[in-house]
Nanobody, 123 residues
Framework: QVQLTESGGGLVQPGGSLRLSCAASGPTFTNSNMGWFRQAPGKEREFVAAIISTGTRTYYTDSLKGRFTISRDNVKNMVFLDMTNLTPEDTAVYYC????????????????WGQGTQVTVSS
């Protein structure tokens, strides 16, 4: 079991950048593959990115690849999502999750989730 807490959300201008952080606690983080999902009002929860436990491989949804970057620091027990060239379509609650699988876009294959952090892209 791993406990996750997201932070770093807020209001950002279109075209801006933002870094989201996910802090993990518990002994299983370094063995856990991690992912980011987001859910906008009125839309389905959407897979964003995943990173393997070692941090050496990543996977992105095609529409976001090149703008979003997932990374992790296993010494600090942290996973990050760096977002660039943000648009209002990126407005959503962003969640991090832990999974036994890599990669997986299926939210049902994530066994632990954070509480989410709100990202609002608006001028």
């Amino acid at each position: 079991q791993v406990q996750l807490t997201e932070s770093g959300g807020g209001l950002v201008q279109p075209g801006g950048s933002l870094r989201l952080s996910c802090a993990a606690s518990g002994p299983t983080f370094t063995n856990s593959n991690m992912g980011w999902f987001r859910q906008a009002p009125g839309k389905e929860r959407e897979f964003v990115a995943a990173i393997i436990s070692t941090g050496t491989r990543t996977y992105y949804t095609d529409s976001l690849k090149g703008r979003f970057t997932i990374s992790r620091d296993n010494v600090k027990n942290m996973v990050f999502l760096d977002m660039t060239n943000l648009t209002p379509e990126d407005t959503a609650v962003y969640y991090c999750g832990a999974s036994y699988y890599f990669p997986t876009t299926n939210q049902n294959r994530y066994y632990s989730w954070g509480q989410g952090t709100q990202v609002t892209v608006s001028s």
